[in-house]
């Protein structure tokens, strides 16, 4: 378990943030320019703020008011950084080994073999950096990291120089970190995508504060912490793959209710955790007919929150799970919501993208 | 080889053996100081870093004859440090070792840019993820920075060569022109030129200087974009 506290002046805003991050991954999550990195980079020692004190599994990596701050080299944090920084006169294989030779003695770091098959990078070993599309070089960035024997993974937006495509390319690989290794992750992001797809505790910085700290689930529900507005809003739900139709869906069930998406890669029986956002869902007083919309989970208003806006976020309990529903405040007017009301959403298929759709845990 | 010797007199011959032979020490001596230099100039922030830059480029800049005059201010074999030196059995004034002191200081500023602009392409956040990974600082710069830099060491001591070939007019004032002693390649041009009869001798050497300077010129270049392309990851 990693904690951290710190106090720090920028340019712009002071940083003043106290976290703890545990097992599984933690997203520090909140839009740019809210110290997320200068968080992570003074975990990892390559920058002293004015004012912290940083420990791992109760060994203090740094105190400031200790006079005690380890240099990087000695802290053994695996560093994923955005621009991968692969070394370009050294093979991808020698760049995945490169961290080995200074793991201390008596500890084990991952195999190469093991490494290059969770990460599939077999048939890069040979090549230099400079070759490599974006995607390569972020997964061999990865596994150099997990090679050199660290306590802790630090991911800074390892996805935000990628295209969508390769972000949905490497997106899978940390959940097999997560799910497969089992080392903790401190992961950097603005996305709530990647939230939903990878975290097991949030926390959400604004403006050099720490908002809120939680699981993923309630952070994303919760559009007053989301960092990101309203319109990365949604719930989380947990399900599990029932069957595949020959129509190219593939069928889930949560919690006793089907849902259908477009198909999706995974064997019947894995559990999955879909993120629904917010605005695509619509909600109906009756249980909807002739409807082409062809998830329609029933459920009760749990609460409803407006803003200064025309918009108004509710909050339904279902058999699935919660669900959060961004409708306008004269449609909430108009279908008489409130606590305790009943009610039907309604969900596209189509608006459940693949990136949406994570490995449950 | 033989035809060379055969081509050249005895005298030239020896001054172009003797100015490869102070050139390569003066080359191998200064390559270690100008690569930490450059590397404090490219990378470390301390006081006096202007002033350090300022002294490594003052022999550029400098009347060479002052250079010279310098040096024999403070290794003259009465001087304080010479006199140390010769306590030690080191001399240089009037060796041909004072022709390598003056040709590795004249060398110096030249090796110095080379190196510091091919550690300033090389992205320090390099050397910030060798940290993460575990290496402390001089692993970081034997692993990462100098092999990256390599190509432009080597062209900064070709570039140190080539002027130390060239050196001129602190070493004739340092140690003046005995042939078979101190006299080198430029020294002896300059001899051949005050007798009658030696345009020709000095015609050799010219040729001989021109060669060895454009050889060098290339050969540099070719290697800065070998930095380039290293940098580069190709």
């Not at chain 1, 960092?227 to 947990?238: D, F, M, N």
Request: with cysteine; net charge positive.
């Amino acid at each position: 378990m990693l904690s951290v506290e710190l106090k720090h002046r920028l340019p712009d805003f002071s940083l003043d943030v106290r976290f703890e991050a545990p097992l599984g991954v933690t997203v520090l999550f909140g839009r740019s320019g809210t110290g997320k990195t200068t968080v992570v980079q003074a975990v990892a020692g390559l920058l002293c703020p004015d004012r912290a004190r940083i420990m791992v599994d109760g060994e203090v990596l740094g105190d400031t008011d200790q006079r005690h701050w380890l240099p990087p080299h000695k802290r053994r944090m695996g560093y994923v950084f955005q621009d991968a920084r692969l070394f370009p006169h050294l093979t991808v294989r020698q760049n995945l080994l490169y961290g080995q030779k200074f793991a201390p003695r008596g500890s084990k770091p991952e195999s190469l073999d093991r490494v290059v098959e969770l990460l599939g990078i077999g048939s890069l070993l040979h090549r230099r950096p400079g070759l490599l599309s974006g995607g390569e070089k972020q997964r061999v960035a990865i596994g150099r990291a997990l090679l050199s024997a660290p306590r802790m993974l630090l991911a800074d937006e390892p996805l935000a120089a990628l295209d969508e495509a390769r972000k949905a390319e490497i997106l899978p690989y940390f959940e097999r970190l997560r799910d497969e290794i089992g080392i903790p992750i401190l992961y950097v992001s603005h996305s709530a995508a990647e939230v939903a797809r990878l975290a097991t505790t949030v926390v959400v910085m604004q403006d050099g504060r720490v908002r809120h700290q939680g699981a993923a689930a309630d952070v994303l529900a919760d559009p007053e912490v989301m960092p990101t507005g309203v319109r990365s809003a949604g719930a989380l739900l947990k399900a599990r793959v029932h069957c595949h139709h020959s129509d190219g869906l593939t069928e889930l069930e949560a919690g006793g209710v089907a849902l259908f998406l477009p198909r999706i890669d995974r064997t019947p029986g894995t559990t999955v955790r879909v993120r629904i956002a917010a605005h695509e869902v619509i909600l109906s007083r009756q249980r909807p007919e002739g409807l082409s919309a062809l998830n329609i989970l029933p459920g009760q208003v749990e609460h409803i929150r407006t803003g200064s806006g025309p918009g108004a976020m509710v909050s339904l309990r279902t058999p699935a799970g919660r669900v959060l529903a961004r409708v306008t405040r004269r449609s909430a007017a108009a279908l008489d919501l409130a606590p305790g009301v009943d009610c039907h959403a309604v969900l596209k298929t189509v608006s459940i993208a693949p990136v949406d759709i994570g490995r449950g845990q | 080889m033989s035809g060379v010797t055969a081509w050249l007199g005895p005298q030239e011959w020896q001054a172009v053996q003797l100015s490869l032979r102070v050139s390569f020490w003066a080359t191998l001596a200064a390559l270690p100081l100008a690569l930490l230099v450059a590397h404090a100039l490219a990378r470390r922030q301390f006081r006096g870093k202007q002033l350090l830059n300022g002294l490594v480029h003052l022999p550029l800049v400098l009347p060479p004859v002052v250079t010279g005059y310098l040096l024999l201010m403070v290794f003259a074999p009465k001087a304080p440090v010479g006199a140390a030196l010769q306590q030690f059995g080191v001399v240089f004034a009037f060796r041909w070792t004072g022709a390598a002191l003056a040709a590795a200081i004249m060398g110096f500023p030249l090796m110095v840019r080379a190196i510091r602009l091919s550690i300033e392409a090389v992205d320090p956040k390099l050397e910030e993820a060798a940290a993460t990974l575990g290496a402390s600082r001089p692993w970081v710069f034997i692993t990462v920075t100098l092999p990256l830099i390599l190509p432009g060491v080597l062209a900064g001591a070709v570039l140190g060569f080539a002027k130390a070939m060239g050196e001129f007019g602190a070493t004739i004032t340092f140690v003046s022109n005995i042939p078979g002693q101190t006299q080198t390649l430029p020294s002896a041009i300059y001899a051949f030129l005050q007798v009658p009869g030696g345009e020709s001798a000095a015609l050799r050497l010219t040729l001989i200087s021109v060669a060895i300077a454009l050889a060098a010129l290339l050969l540099s270049e070719w290697l800065a974009r070998r930095v380039a392309a290293r940098v580069g990851g190709r």
